[in-house]
């Protein structure tokens, strides 16, 4: 399984991006698709997931109601609406895929399969 984030970039605090993940290679089941932020000097943090069967969704409590996780399962995409960003958003984000069911994907080791991460940059 293969994954490649994309979309992210510069932006004025306040502003939006939309972050793309596109999901390939073989057919194993998949359970979640989650994304992770990691600041420069911090560790991997979890931001949201998405499960697959059920469609539930979870979020950081430092970006629930600005960030929207969906999916687009013709596609194999998963999205991270991101509005109102804060500088304290800085990081690169990672997109990520789990091979087993757990009752919670706010961990990173929750993960099998992880993106390549893409930058996204709020100034002040």
Do not use: H
Request: aromatic fraction near 16%; proline fraction near 2%; charge should be positive.
């Amino acid at each position: 399984v293969q994954l490649q984030a994309f979309g992210g970039g510069l932006v004025q605090a306040g502003g939006f991006l939309r972050l793309s993940c596109v999901v390939s290679g073989p057919r194993f089941t998949i359970y979640a698709l989650g994304w992770f932020r990691q600041a420069p000097g911090k560790e991997r943090e979890f931001v949201s997931f998405v499960r697959l069967n059920g469609r539930t969704t979870n979020y950081a409590a430092s970006v629930k109601g600005r960030f929207t996780i969906s999916r687009d399962s013709a596609k194999n995409t998963l999205f991270l609406q991101m509005n109102s960003l804060k500088p304290e958003d800085t990081a690169v984000y990672y997109c990520a895929a789990a091979r087993t069911y757990y009752n919670d994907y706010a961990r990173s080791d929750s993960y099998n399969y992880w993106g390549q991460g893409t930058q996204v940059t709020v100034s002040s």
